[in-house]
């Protein structure tokens, strides 16, 4: 059996990594986004007609229903649940001892019940990713630790490779189907090779160094078009393929694409999520130093590496064919060499074929773990049954969740509705409230052609003006402000503001919300803003409205100006408001935005002193600041840990 020991420890202390980024990104947020007034108060999602706990955890299961049994009210026991998942997922970070199933379960309800009532701010690809990702954590997860030393590791059970492998099937759909709704949304940019073109300067939130990608030669952008057509089209299927030299070069093209996309753009932990789950692609072999190699081994790791020569090498083939590209005049051209129709044929075809080869990979695994488990000689008949039955257990886990997977993976194509069973469609809309498989596909259409629209808020205290700009912490507004780098903490109300400029006002009402809170000075709403630079600081204006702008990147010529933007006024986004405006306090009022009576709760004057005298030490930290601290610090105790424990010591008491 392959050994995964070590590699499957690292996946668990990196998805710890994961939930701490998570929980903390969104701790910090919560008194302006879901406070009594933020933005979204969470109290309303909460408002049950009853008081049966068993029936409102049913209707809407969530760990908030308890804080009245706790002395809390909904906001505060949001800072519970949150700080409760930095403590536990900073402790799994650190060691390897906190890796078990029951921490696992915790996280992963801790950051459901958080969703529950998360609204348009936490309904992003990356929140249901995770909410995935943390059931397999718990199949793949021990009960409990069991310590082992260098010279005697802990034995990897039976079944550890079959949960393991859910990871790669996770890993696959996210990249696979990511790929292929660029092309079969039929968006112009992707067909075009032109995406990359417009990415850098339309996405969300770009970093620095997105300025200067936007500024690469065309040829060049459109060449890396492909490489991520390939990379999220053609390299997934090889996940499966039964040599690891093949699998461990797919690897480091996801681990590259990954990179790239970290350093260029702000997308929170998502793509630290994804690079943690190509880990599912190793073996131990990739990371441990093996000091004898015997002659037949060295004859398998060559054949090894020819297989892989050969399979890239057709890959590479491939791609020259699809993508017809030519070396000339010093540049490398690159053009789409086959017809929307043909690729819907093809994926007609394909898409049942990886769902064979996904299925097929999963039997081979399953019969591996079952040979394993009734194979073992050092174990006694009752030790040998129970591992048989575990095994079996976890196959048929493992293959449940695989064949819930396939209904929303089948959405690709109509040709994958073949492949799933009536039966199956029901238990995955029974479950799908649970997340525990779901669709993925990002970056379906680029938006931000001509031009990435931007909302600038302005106040006044007169119609007539002077109207004055209100600053967002990340967003573009200043033209002579650079771009940050903010990952992977993720500013959700920079992000929506970034979807609300993609439509109107009217399809995104919290808008009026965040209207109101600025016309009444909420200060844990404009916390979320970028308060240096607040044109109201004393009181607040007495007029509101939005401007639709135009944003695109400066040339190099202006750019050693300072100015990393330049704007052109589109028109308005939403009319004039004020705080009194009879028309906006009863639509908030009806979309129960705002409370009729004030929302009172009682809260233990201790706990609510405890809270908020931990929430004002991080009141003026930056949230990339904060979450790149607590990750430094679990690196320092990590090594500190590793320098002292004894099972790394280099000399053994006999040596001695």
């Known amino acids: 059996m392959v050994e995964i020991r070590y590699t499957k420890h690292l996946f668990l202390r990196c998805m710890n990594v994961i939930y701490l980024f998570a929980f903390a990104s969104i701790y910090i947020q919560i008194p302006g986004l879901y406070g009594e007034n933020g933005v979204l108060p969470a109290h309303v999602q909460l408002e049950a007609k009853d008081d049966n706990l068993v029936r409102n955890i049913h209707n809407k299961p969530t760990l908030l229903w308890l804080a009245p049994y706790i002395g809390l009210d909904t906001e505060y026991m949001m800072d519970v649940l949150a700080l409760t998942g ?21 996280l992963w309800s801790l950051y459901y019940s958080l969703y529950q009532v998360g609204q348009t701010f936490l309904w992003f690809q990356w929140d249901i990713l995770l909410l995935e990702a943390g059931v397999l954590c718990v199949l793949a997860s021990p009960l409990r630790y069991k310590p082992g030393t260098r010279r005697r590791p802990t034995p990897l059970a039976p079944h550890e490779p079959v949960t393991f492998w859910l990871v790669r099937w996770l890993l696959f759909r996210l990249l696979f189907s990511s790929g292929i709704v660029k092309l079969t949304s039929g968006c112009p940019q992707w067909w075009g090779l032109t995406a990359l073109n417009v990415h850098f300067e339309s996405m969300c939130l770009p970093a620095p160094l997105a300025w200067y990608c936007f500024h690469l030669p065309a040829w060049f952008l459109n060449l890396n078009t492909v490489f991520a057509n390939v990379a999220e089209i053609f390299i997934p299927p090889l996940f499966f393929f039964p040599v690891q030299s093949v699998r461990t070069v797919a690897f480091w093209v996801q681990a ?21 789950l190509c880990l599912s692609l190793c073996t131990d072999k990739f990371f441990l130093k093996i000091k004898k190699q015997e002659k037949s081994s060295r004859l398998l790791s060559i054949l090894s590496f020819l297989t892989a020569v050969v399979v890239y090498g057709t890959v590479i083939y491939a791609t020259v064919v699809l993508y017809t590209l030519k070396y000339q005049d010093g540049k490398i051209n690159s053009k789409i060499a086959f017809t929307k129709k043909e690729f819907d044929l093809a994926l007609s075809k394909g898409l049942p074929a990886v769902i064979v080869v996904g299925l097929a990979s999963l039997v081979i695994t399953s019969l591996q773990a079952l040979l394993s488990a009734v194979s073992q000689t050092s174990s006694s008949f009752f030790s040998k049954l129970f591992s048989l039955l575990s095994t079996l257990f976890y196959i048929t886990a493992s293959a449940f969740i695989f064949t819930d997977s396939l209904v929303p993976f089948s959405t690709l194509h109509p040709s994958g509705n073949a492949t799933v069973l009536p039966v199956v469609r029901d238990w995955h809309t029974r479950l799908s409230h649970l997340h525990v498989t779901n669709a993925y596909g990002l970056f379906r259409r680029m938006t931000g052609v001509g031009g990435r629209p931007e909302i600038i808020i302005e106040g006044s205290n007169d119609v007539k003006g002077p109207w004055l700009e209100y600053h967002f912490l990340y967003k573009p507004g200043d033209v002579n402000r650079s771009p940050p780098f903010v990952a992977p903490h993720q500013p959700r109300l920079d992000w929506q503001m970034w979807f609300a400029a993609l439509g109107t006002y009217h399809q995104n009402p919290w808008l009026m919300s965040l209207t109101y809170r600025i016309l009444t000075n909420q200060k844990e709403v404009l916390a979320l803003m970028d308060q240096a630079h607040n044109p109201f600081k004393q009181t607040p204006p007495k007029y509101l409205r939005a401007t639709l702008y135009h944003y695109h990147y400066t040339t190099w010529d ?33 979309l129960k935005m705002l409370s009729k009576d004030k929302h009172k709760a009682k809260v233990n004057p201790y706990a609510k002193n405890f809270l908020d005298q931990l929430r004002a030490l991080f009141a003026n930290v930056d949230g990339g600041i904060l979450l790149w601290s607590l990750f430094s610090a679990g690196m320092a105790v990590t090594m500190l840990e590793g320098f002292s424990s004894p099972a790394t010591t280099p000399h053994s008491k006999k040596n001695n």
Not at 87 to 99: A, E
Request: glycine residues 4%.
């Open 256 to 276: 590259f694409l990954q990179v790239c996309i970290i350093i260029s753009g702000n997308f929170n932990f998502f793509n630290f999520l994804t690079l943690t």
């Open 558 to 590: 202006q750019r050693t100006t300072n100015r990393w933007w330049t704007r052109e006024k589109v028109g308005e986004y939403f009319p004039v408001f004020s705080k009194d405006h009879p028309p906006l306090l009863d639509y908030l009022r009806n």
């Open 86 to 106: 930095i403590f536990l997922s900073f402790t799994g970070f650190v060691s390897q001892k906190f890796c078990n199933k029951p921490m696992f379960a915790a």
